[in-house]
Each structure stands twice: as structure tokens, then as C-alpha cells.
């Protein structure tokens, strides 16, 4: 099968990449943050998350966030809503799209949200419902895909199973997440295959961690089957405080060097996503995790 020839790459590293930051990042930098990767031509960027801020402190300000990024028009501004406590603060705080996170993985499910994967559904059908009454996209992520932290091996049924109960929520989005980064290549098309009978293949997602340096092949292993939508996270910053020892989202500057080589189009200028990149790294007080970031910013350099 040819390659698809044009991408959508939902930059997620100001909600999914600064979750798992320690010191508290203040609501003016994230601001900023997503405000670059807007000029850098995303068209979706995941800026918050209105979790309980017991369970991820730093995503306490994310209403804050939301009400001070400079709006793009065209641009949708997505927010993690586990409830409908999260729904109604993301609606106040002008979110475009909610994104209800469940799990292939009942251990997982447990862990994050802190119920089953059936209790998930019921509490995201509400969700799913306020969503379509205000008239906001909803997307769902599937965590765990390619395996568990706590309990190994995922079945493909789980997968089949979760992603067809979203689909039955009315989602518009659906994404294939690999939590902990443990996928390779070959395990790759037997998921997505599962995600495709149950959903269309155009509103799904892969969502890579990059914990065992496998995220780009994957992608390219989703790019062969067909799929057209992947989370990325600028200079790779991330991890889930729910899933010990996993590191960051692929990083942004790394897919889009590889889109460009494969010559697929993405809209998306990867020189002020490298910029964006190198701010967030020298705030954070750290080199940022993207190979082909840090190349390019070296090249800069001469
Ligand atoms: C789901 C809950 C809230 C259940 O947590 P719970 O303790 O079972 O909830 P509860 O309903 O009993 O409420 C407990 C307290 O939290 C408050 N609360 C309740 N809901 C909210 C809310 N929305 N916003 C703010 N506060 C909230 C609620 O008001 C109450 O406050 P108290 O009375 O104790 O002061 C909790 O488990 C939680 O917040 N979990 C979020 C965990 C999380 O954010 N994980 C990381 C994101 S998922 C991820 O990264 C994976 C993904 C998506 O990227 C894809 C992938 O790679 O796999």
C-alpha cells in the first residue's frame, strides 16, 4: 500500500509532554508555548487538561491556559475531560474538543482514573452527550494499546472492544495510544487492524510514546496501513505519571523531519517547531529530547 500523502500531526506536548513536569511551569509559559506551536502551523493542539488537581498538579492552571493563548481561527484547542466536573470547566474555558481517556487495560484504567473500564464508559457517556449538545468535538484515547505497565500483554479484543464502545459514544476522533512506548513494527498493523473494523479509518490516531526508541517505526508501520492522524510532542517532553518509567510522546521535530523526507505533507514548519523546541528545553533547564531538534539548532550554530 502507497503512503498517505498529507498528515495531521496534533501537537500534544503542552498538555501530555508538561503533565509530568515536577516544578510547578507557570500558566504564562504554557501560554507561550502553545501560542509558538500555533505559528508553527498545528492545527490541533492538546493545551490542557481539567483533571483533578490532586491526581496531576501541574495541570492545575489549565484554565487559565485556555482563556490566555491568542486563538487562532482554524486552530482546535483540545483539553482532557474525564467527567463532567473536567466537561464544564473546559466548555467555561472555551475548549474546541474534549478528550475522554480510557484503557484497553482494566489494571491501567484502575490506576489513571481510578475505575473500571465499564465505569469509564458510563462516566464518559455524559461527557459525550454535553459534547454534542454544545456542539464540541469529542475525542477519545485508548491508553494502553500495545501493552500495560501493570498487567503486560493487552489482548487485540480489549482494543476492539474499547474503541467500539467510543465509537458507540459518537466520537469523532478516536487514538490508538502506546502509553509506555513497548510497541514494535511488527505489532503494529494487528492493533490498528483491530481500531479499523471498529472505527473509520480517517478519524484514527497513533499516539506513540518513544520509551524504547521505537515511536518513529511505529509510525511508519501506521503510515503503511493507512493511518492519517499522529500525536506528537515538541523537543519530546512528556511521560505519564500514571505509567512509571515511561518517557515522552515522540518528539514533534523528529516526525516532521521524517514526514519531509517521505515527502508527506503536514502544513507544519518544522524550523519554529525546533524554536519552540529549544525555549521550552532552556526553560525547563534541560537538552530537549529531539534528535532532529537538537541537530538542526546545532547546525543553526555552524
Ligand atoms: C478521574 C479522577 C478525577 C477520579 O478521581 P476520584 O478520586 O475517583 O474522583 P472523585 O469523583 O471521587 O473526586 C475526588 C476529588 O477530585 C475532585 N475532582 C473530580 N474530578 C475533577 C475534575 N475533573 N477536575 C477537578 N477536580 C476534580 C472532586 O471534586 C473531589 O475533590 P474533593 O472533594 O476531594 O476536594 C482522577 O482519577 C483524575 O483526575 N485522574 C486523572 C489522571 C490523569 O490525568 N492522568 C494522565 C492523563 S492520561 C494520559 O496521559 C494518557 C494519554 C491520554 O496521554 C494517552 C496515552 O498515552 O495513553
Excluded at 508555548?33 to 492545575?60: C, D
Excluded at 458507540?168 to 511488527?186: F, K, R
Excluded at 483491530?194 to 521505537?214: C, K, M, P, V, W
Aim: net charge negative.
Amino acid at each position: 500500500m502507497s503512503l498517505p500523502k498529507k498528515v495531521k500531526i496534533v501537537e500534544v506536548g503542552p498538555r501530555d509532554g508538561l503533565q509530568n513536569e515536577k516544578e510547578t511551569i507557570s500558566a504564562e509559559l504554557k501560554i507561550e508555548l502553545v501560542n509558538r506551536l500555533t505559528s508553527a502551523g498545528f492545527v490541533n493542539v492538546e493545551a490542557a487538561s481539567f483533571v483533578s488537581p490532586k491526581w496531576v498538579p501541574q495541570m492545575a492552571t489549565s484554565g487559565e491556559v485556555m482563556r490566555g493563548i491568542a486563538r487562532k481561527p482554524g486552530v482546535i484547542y483540545s483539553a482532557l475531560t474525564p467527567n463532567m466536573k473536567g466537561f464544564e470547566a473546559a466548555l467555561e474555558a472555551g475548549a474546541d474538543e474534549v478528550v475522554i481517556f480510557g484503557a484497553a487495560s482494566e489494571a491501567f484504567s484502575q490506576k489513571n482514573i481510578n475505575c473500571s473500564i465499564a465505569e469509564s464508559i458510563e462516566r464518559f457517556r455524559e461527557v459525550a452527550l454535553a459534547a454534542k449538545q454544545n456542539n464540541i468535538r469529542l475525542r477519545a484515547a485508548v491508553s494502553c494499546a500495545f501493552g500495560c505497565p501493570y498487567q503486560g500483554e493487552v489482548p487485540l479484543s480489549s482494543v476492539s472492544d474499547v474503541v467500539g464502545r467510543f465509537r458507540d459514544l459518537g466520537c469523532d476522533e478516536i487514538d490508538i495510544a502506546d502509553t509506555i512506548g513497548v510497541a514494535t513494527p511488527n505489532k503494529v498493523a494487528p492493533v490498528m487492524q483491530a481500531a479499523i473494523r471498529e472505527f473509520n479509518i480517517d478519524g484514527l490516531s497513533g499516539h506513540f510514546h518513544d520509551t524504547y526508541g521505537q515511536a518513529l517505526a511505529n509510525i511508519y508501520a501506521s503510515l503503511e496501513v493507512g493511518i492519517t492522524i499522529y500525536h506528537s510532542s515538541v523537543a519530546g517532553l512528556g511521560g505519564c505519571p500514571y505509567a512509571k518509567g515511561a518517557t515522552g510522546n515522540v518528539a514533534s521535530e523528529d516526525v516532521l523531519y521524517m514526514m519531509q523526507g517521505l515527502g508527506i505533507e503536514t502544513g507544519i514548519d518544522l524550523d519554529i517547531v525546533v524554536d519552540a523546541g529549544q525555549f521550552i528545553s532552556q526553560h525547563l533547564g534541560r537538552k530537549a529530547v529531539s534528535r532532529a531538534g537538537n541537530a538542526i539548532a546545532a547546525k543553526r550554530l555552524g
